[in-house]
């Protein structure tokens, strides 16, 4: 009998000390999200100036520094210093661009700051010690996150266009409420199945309802965040899945979660250009 309340004790203490930080951690990514979104939207309608691009290259250059100082701590990469060092030149070479960039040409250049981060990353990967197998591990997980940095540079491009802030509005609000919906669902076993598509329903919602208040047409909102809540929930289920795998604890810590809920908005940051140019097409 003794041993039993032994146990049950035992469990009820680990239980107190998982759930906090399980708690924590979402809280973390939830706020990355948010804070990002928030940042990149409001500095996105500042105001056509000559400060506009200013502000959403300090709003760029925020969420990159957040997902470069966390990003070798989610993923439990080895050598993190060095890590965020690549990851953070590579988010300053990237705002360099969406701060000079005032037309559609400029941001092509994103494209080379992306090929020089990538030789970075091969040069950096390549000179530490280990295995073939754990070597392609940290080439691909960097790369992963150089294509987060690499997309969200691309909303300079889409507020340029017309409808894009728009757009921008929908895909970057339906990223970071669905991480809020993730994040807020995956611990309860009867509703996490259910975080995908209520998630995608809220999207179409965001973008339905942005394009009634700008009093414009609903089709590339409407997309922007159906696409948005889908990509997003993906972006986190690929980064979580090897990481639930491995059970570091690494990944749980508050830069860690703040770099997942940051990469998650930023990741979708290419859809309202590809949406918006997908409709030029069509009409």
């Known amino acids: 009998m003794s041993e039993a309340t032994d146990i049950d004790g035992q469990r009820a203490r680990a239980r107190s000390r998982v759930t906090p930080d399980a708690c924590t951690s979402a809280v973390f990514a939830m706020l990355g999200a948010v804070l990002t979104a928030a940042l990149l939207v409001l500095c996105s309608y500042a105001g056509r100036s000559y400060a506009e691009p200013l502000l959403l290259a300090g709003a760029y250059l925020l969420s990159g520094l957040m997902v470069a100082v966390g990003w070798a701590r989610l993923l439990c990469l080895p050598r993190e210093r060095s890590s965020a060092l690549v990851l953070g030149v590579a988010a300053a070479a990237m705002t360099a661009i969406v701060a000079l960039t005032d037309d559609f040409e400029g941001i092509r250049w994103v494209t080379a700051a992306l090929a ?136 749980g810590t508050a830069p860690a979660q703040l770099a997942l809920g940051a990469a998650s908005v930023l990741f979708v940051g290419v859809l309202p250009t590809v949406v918006i140019w997908l409709f030029q097409r069509i009409s």
Do not use: C, K, Y
Not at 166 to 175: G, H, I, N, P
Not at 215 to 222: H, K, S, T, V
């Open 116 to 251: 020089i981060s990538l030789a970075l990353v091969f040069l950096h990967t390549l000179t530490r010690r280990g295995g073939p197998g754990r070597v392609v591990v940290s080439l691909s997980s960097m790369a992963l996150g150089l294509g987060a940095l690499a997309s969200g540079a691309f909303i300079a491009d889409a507020v340029l266009r017309e409808n894009g802030r728009e757009t921008v509005v929908a895909a970057l609000a339906a990223a970071a409420v669905g991480a809020v919906i993730d994040n807020g669902l995956r611990g309860n076993a009867r509703l996490s199945q259910w975080r995908l598509p209520t998630s995608l329903v809220v999207g179409v919602l965001i973008g339905v309802g942005t394009s009634m208040v700008a009093g414009i047409p609903w089709n590339a909102p409407l997309l922007a965040g159906l696409l948005g809540a889908g990509m997003s929930h993906a972006f986190r289920e690929i980064i979580s899945a090897p990481v639930a795998r491995a059970g570091i604890d690494r990944s």
